[in-house]
């Protein structure tokens, strides 16, 4: 057991990157090992099958590539659709405006059902558009980091697979995978792409993404190249088989010492206390503390209503009268780093807590009183100020 300590820090607390265990830093420092070596194999090969655990998926088909969650969208546009198919985008902020725009990348026709700010969009709308017409994909970001909007994922794949069932379910999870329930197999998810950085728990540079065999066979069916050279699931396919069943493969080199993170950190959500189910339940729990404690300090949230109130996050409005710069740097100056608002429209008007991984289930830790304390130093500080 390393007795491995990361030097002090500000608390990073926003929606991702987040804290990582010392257990995972120190994995990340594993000496330099050529990516074909026998010792390196089963290191990646477990990840793959630790994905499966954590999603709850016996069979669907893991791609660990270098790279953002970004690379995600890229390979469902590249690999799933088409030039000129249709896709269909569940619009709840800034990632669902970029998801589109990947999609039209790439040749799909796209139509989007755009919902009000701070809410998901409505299963009734999306029954509606799906039976107007055929679309080859559904996509929708589980939690929209811009936002800290929860979309419905297992009401999402139930309503698709009702109206129009050969389309595929798409979820962004990029920052939900680790901190909601996510069940690909029960709910009948066909993509579910994240990256390292958020409840996984590990330094960014991993794009993962899980594909159901249904999705794996409409690639491997389709009538045009993939549109994509390092995104292609024809290059990446051999080599995720090859390491899952014991034997090296190239395409591109894989950031060695970042699986080696990824290993130490999936090793502690899959197979260590607490459990994956147990994570959730804390994230719950973590969530409704930090979100009381801001309405007890006045502060509105960005969700319209709790049922679509993400629990890796937390995004509220600025209090009237103060900015960013009244907040945000005070925050900074007593180590706890929060961020900014993302969404183009309304930026300027809010501020995002991320209370994700290590933070929101290790309570001995005390990041999470840590950020109350703080936000409500900064706040009547700010507002001292103002009123001076």
Known sequence: MSTFKQEPHKLLVIPGPIEVTDEVLYANAHP?????????????????RMLRELLFTQDAQPFIIAGSGTLGWDQVAANLVEPGENALVLNSGYFGDSFSDCLRTYGAKVDEIVAPFGDAVALSDLEAALKQKKYKVVTFTHVDTSTGVLSDAKGIAAAVKKVSPDTLVVADCVCSVASEEIRFDEWGLDIVLTASQKGLGTPPGLSVLVASQKAVKVFE??????????????????????????????????????????????????????????????????????????????????????????????????????????????????????????????????????HMGISAIDSS????????????????????????
Request: with cysteine; glycine share 6%; proline share 6%.
């Open 32 to 48: 330099s090992m050529s990516h074909v070596s026998a010792d390196f194999i089963p290191v990646f090969g477990d990840c793959i």
């Open 221 to 354: 069916t389709r009538a045009t190249p993939v549109t994509s050279y390092y995104g292609s699931w024809k290059k990446w396919l051999p080599i995720m088989k090859a390491y899952e069943s014991g034997s090296a493969a190239y395409f591109a080199t894989p950031p060695v010492n970042l699986i080696y993170a990824f290993n130490a950190s999936l090793r502690q959500i899959t197979k260590q206390s607490p459990s994956v189910e147990e994570r959730f339940r804390l994230h719950r729990e973590t969530s409704a503390r930090i979100k009381k404690a801001a309405e007890e300090l006045g502060l509105k949230q960005l969700p319209v209503k709790p049922s679509v109130a993400a629990n890796g996050m937390t995004a509220c409005y600025f209090p009237e009268g103060l900015t960013a710069a009244d907040l945000i740097p005070s925050l900074v100056k007593k180590d706890v780093v929060v961020a900014a608002g993302l969404h183009k429209d309304y930026k300027l008007k809010y501020f995002r807590i991320g």
């Open 365 to 388: 830790r005390g990041d999470v009183d840590k950020v109350i304390a703080a936000l409500k130093e900064s706040l009547a500080e700010a507002k001292a100020g103002k009123n001076a």
